[in-house]
C-alpha cells in the first residue's frame, strides 16, 4: 500500500535523522569517555604525587587495568567515573595533588593515616559532590583552603594530627548539610568561628591540640544534634556560655588545658543527661561541684582537677554506675572538717570505678573504712595532700588491683598495714609525711612490682626488712626523716633496680655503709646523711657509676 510506502522525502529525512541522531551520540560518546579520560589522567597525576608505596599499592594502577579496577578506587556503575578515592593507613608518603579537583563526580577522599605532605591543594573545592573528606593523621602543612567552603554536599571534614595552621574557615558555614569535623592535633590560631553556630546538624566539633583563643562561641547552644565538643589543649578564655549546658544530646564536653573560667550550673546534669566524659581539669574553673552531679547516670569519666572549686563533693553519688574517672585533684575542695569525706561511702557503690583522685584539696575528718569497699577494679587511689586523719585501714588489702596508692601528706597516725602485702600490683606506694609509726612491714617484699616508694617524713622505727630485695623494680626509695635505726642493709643497697634516688637521710642508722653500695650502678643520687655512720667509705663505690649527688 502506497501508504506504507515511504516517500522520498521522509526517506531522506529518516537518513538525516539516522545520521544525526548517531551523531549526537556519538558526540555524547565522546564527551563521556573523554570525561572517563579526565578522570583516568588525573589519578595518573595523583599517582606522580607518590614518593613512597611500601605495599605497592599503585601497582594495579597501569594500563590496560581499566582505572575502576585500580586498588582504592571506586567508579558509579553507569558512568564508570571516579566516585570515591581510599587509602587508609599504607605508609604511602608523597602530596596531593591539585588534578585530584578534576575527580568531578568524587563523593569520598579518605587517605587517613598516611604521611601525605604539602598543602591541600584548593581545587578540592571544585569537588561538589564531595560528601566526606578525611585527610586526618598526615603531615599535611598550610591552611585548610577556603574554597572547601564550595562543597556543599560535604558531611565529615577530617584534617585531625595535621601540621595546619591559619584559621579555622569562617565560611565553613555556608555547608549546611556538615556533621562532623575534626581538627585536632595542628596549629590552627584565631577564634571557633561563631558562624558554626548556623551548622544545624553539626554533631561532632573537635578541634583539641591548637593554639585557638577567644571564647567558645555562645552561637554554639544553638546546635541542638551536638554529641561531642572537644577543644582542650588551646588558649581559649572567658566563660562558657550556659547555651552549651542545655545541649540535651552532648555526650562529651571536653575543655581541658585552657584558661576558661567562670562556675558550673548547679543544674548541669539534669541538661546534660547524656553526659559520659566531662573534663574541665587545668583551668580556672570556681564555684561549687553541681548537686546534679548524682544525676548524670551515663558518666564515665568527671575530671575537674586543676581548677579553683569549693566546697563539698556531693554525697550521693552511688548511681553512678558507669563512673571509672573520677577526679578532683588539686582544688580547694573540702574544708578540713569530720563532714569532707563522706561522699566517699556512696562511691562504693560506683563498681566501675578505675581511677580516684582527692590529691591537693583541704579535706578533712577521718578516712572511712568503707574506702575498703571500692571497686577492686579500682587502679589508682590518690588522697596526698589532704588533711586527712585516722589510721589507714586495713580492709584496703582488698584492693588487689591497685598499681598506685598515695596517701602522703595528711595526718594519717598508727601502723602502715601489713596485709598491703597484698597488693601485688602495686607500682606506687606514697605514704611519706604522716605521723605513722611502728616498723615498715616485712610483707613489703610481696610487693614485686614496686617501683617507687615513698616513707619519708613519719615516725617508723626498726630496721628496713631485708625482705625488700624481692623488690627488684625499685627505682626510687625514699625513707628519709624517720626513726629508723641499725646497721644499713645490704638489701638495700644491693638493689640494682635503683636509678633515681635512694634517700635514707635523717635517720639513726649505725655501722658501715656496706661494700654492696657498689651494686648501685645506676643510682643518680644516694642521700644517707644526717645518721650515725662510721667507718671508712667503701672503694666499691666507684662502681655507682651513674651517681651525680652523694
Ligand atoms: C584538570 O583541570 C584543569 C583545569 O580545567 C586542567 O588545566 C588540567 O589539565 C586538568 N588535569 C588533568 C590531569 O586533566
Ligand atoms: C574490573 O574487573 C572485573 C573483574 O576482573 C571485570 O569484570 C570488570 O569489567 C572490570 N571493570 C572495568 C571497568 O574494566
Ligand atoms: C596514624 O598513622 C600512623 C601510620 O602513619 C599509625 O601508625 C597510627 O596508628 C595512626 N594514628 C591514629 C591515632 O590513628
Ligand atoms: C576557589 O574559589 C574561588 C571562588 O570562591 C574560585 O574563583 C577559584 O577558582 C577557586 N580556586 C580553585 C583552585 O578552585
Ligand atoms: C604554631 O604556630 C606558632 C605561631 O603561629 C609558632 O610559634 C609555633 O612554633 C607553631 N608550633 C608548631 C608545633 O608548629
Ligand atoms: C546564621 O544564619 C542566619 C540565617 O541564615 C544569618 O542571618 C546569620 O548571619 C548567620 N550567622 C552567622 C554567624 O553566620
Ligand atoms: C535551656 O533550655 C530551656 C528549655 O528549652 C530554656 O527554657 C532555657 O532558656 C535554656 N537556657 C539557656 C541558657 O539557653
Ligand atoms: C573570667 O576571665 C575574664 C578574663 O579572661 C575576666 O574578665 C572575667 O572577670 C573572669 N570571670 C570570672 C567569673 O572569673
Ligand atoms: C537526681 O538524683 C537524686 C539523687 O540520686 C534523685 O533523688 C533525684 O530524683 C534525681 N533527679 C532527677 C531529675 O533525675
Ligand atoms: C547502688 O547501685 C544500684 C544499682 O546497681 C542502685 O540501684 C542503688 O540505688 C545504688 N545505691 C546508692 C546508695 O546509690
Ligand atoms: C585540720 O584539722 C586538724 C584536726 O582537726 C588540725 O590538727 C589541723 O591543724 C588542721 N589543718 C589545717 C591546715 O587547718
Ligand atoms: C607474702 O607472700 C608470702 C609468700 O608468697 C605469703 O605467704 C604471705 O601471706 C604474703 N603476705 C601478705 C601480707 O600478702
Not at 52 to 73: A, K, Q, R, V
Not at 252 to 260: A, D, F, K, R
Not at 441 to 463: C, M, R
Request: proline share 5%; glycine share 8%; with cysteine.
Amino acid at each position: 500500500m502506497k501508504f506504507d510506502e515511504p516517500n522520498h522525502y521522509t526517506l531522506v529525512y529518516q537518513v538525516f535523522l539516522f545520521f544525526s541522531i548517531n551523531l549526537v551520540c556519538l558526540q555524547l560518546q565522546v564527551n563521556a569517555s573523554s570525561e572517563k579520560e579526565t578522570d583516568h589522567l588525573a589519578l595518573l597525576k595523583f599517582k606522580q604525587g607518590i614518593t613512597s608505596d611500601p605495599h605497592g599499592i599503585f601497582n594495579s594502577w597501569n594500563d590496560p587495568l581499566h582505572f575502576c579496577n585500580w586498588t582504592g578506587i571506586t567508579c558509579g556503575r553507569r558512568h564508570q567515573r571516579v566516585t570515591s578515592l581510599v587509602l587508609v593507613g599504607q605508609n604511602l608518603v608523597g602530596s596531593i595533588s591539585p588534578h585530584i579537583g578534576n575527580l568531578s563526580f568524587l563523593r569520598l577522599i579518605n587517605l587517613e593515616s598516611n604521611t601525605f605532605r604539602g598543602e591541600i591543594p584548593r581545587q578540592v573545592g571544585n569537588l561538589f559532590r564531595l560528601q566526606e573528606f578525611d585527610l586526618g593523621n598526615n603531615s599535611l602543612r598550610g591552611e585548610i583552603p577556603l574554597n572547601l567552603s564550595r562543597c556543599f554536599q560535604l558531611n565529615i571534614i577530617y584534617l585531625w594530627w595535621n601540621n595546619l595552621i591559619g584559621k579555622i574557615p569562617a565560611e565553613l558555614c555556608s555547608l549546611r548539610k556538615l556533621q562532623m569535623i575534626r581538627l585536632g592535633t595542628n596549629n590552627l590560631t584565631g577564634e571557633i568561628p561563631p558562624s558554626l553556630g548556623n551548622l544545624s546538624s553539626l554533631t561532632i566539633f573537635t578541634a583539641p591540640f591548637n593554639n585557638l583563643e577567644g571564647s567558645i562561641p555562645n552561637e554554639m547552644g544553638q546546635l541542638k544534634s551536638l554529641k561531642h565538643v572537644s577543644v582542650g589543649g588551646n588558649r581559649l578564655s572567658g566563660i562558657i556560655s550556659p547555651s552549651l549546658f542545655n545541649i540535651t544530646s552532648l555526650s562529651t564536653l571536653g575543655v581541658e588545658s585552657n584558661q576558661l573560667n567562670g562556675s558550673l550550673p548547679d543544674n548541669i546534669c539534669f541538661t546534660l543527661p547524656n553526659l559520659q566524659t566531662f573534663t574541665f581539669d587545668e583551668n580556672y574553673f570556681s564555684g561549687p561541684v553541681p548537686n546534679s552531679l548524682s544525676n548524670a547516670s551515663h558518666l564515665e569519666v568527671f575530671d575537674i582537677s586543676d581548677n579553683n572549686f569549693v566546697g563539698q563533693v556531693p554525697s550521693n553519688l552511688g548511681n553512678l554506675q558507669s563512673l571509672s574517672w573520677l577526679n578532683f585533684e588539686i582544688n580547694n575542695l573540702g574544708s578540713n572538717s569530720s563532714n569532707d569525706l563522706l561522699f566517699l561511702t556512696s562511691l562504693t557503690n560506683c563498681s566501675n570505678l578505675e581511677m580516684f583522685s582527692i590529691y591537693g584539696n583541704n579535706f578533712g575528718g577521718v578516712l572511712p573504712d568503707s574506702v575498703a569497699n571500692f571497686s577492686t577494679g579500682l587502679i589508682a587511689l590518690n588522697l596526698g595532700e589532704n588533711e586527712i586523719t585516722g589510721i589507714i585501714p586495713a580492709a584496703m588489702e582488698n584492693l588487689v588491683n591497685l598499681i598506685t596508692l598515695h596517701m602522703n601528706e595528711n595526718l594519717f597516725t598508727g601502723f602502715i598495714p601489713s596485709q598491703f602485702g597484698k597488693l601485688q600490683k602495686l607500682q606506687s606506694l606514697l605514704l611519706g609525711y604522716n605521723q605513722l609509726s611502728g616498723r615498715i612491714p616485712s610483707s613489703i617484699g610481696n610487693l614485686t612490682q614496686l617501683s617507687s616508694v615513698l616513707l619519708s617524713g613519719n615516725k617508723l622505727e626498726g630496721s628496713i626488712p631485708s625482705s625488700i630485695r624481692n623488690c627488684q623494680h625499685l627505682y626510687a626509695v625514699h625513707i628519709a626523716e624517720n626513726r629508723l635505726s641499725g646497721e644499713l642493709p645490704e638489701e638495700v643497697l644491693g638493689l640494682t633496680s635503683l636509678s633515681k634516688i635512694l634517700n635514707l637521710s635523717f635517720n639513726s642508722f649505725t655501722g658501715h655503709l656496706p661494700t654492696e653500695v657498689g651494686k648501685l650502678k645506676n643510682v643518680n643520687t644516694l642521700d644517707i646523711s644526717e645518721n650515725n655512720l662510721s667507718g671508712e667509705i667503701p672503694e666499691t663505690i666507684g662502681g655507682c657509676l651513674s651517681l651525680e649527688y652523694l
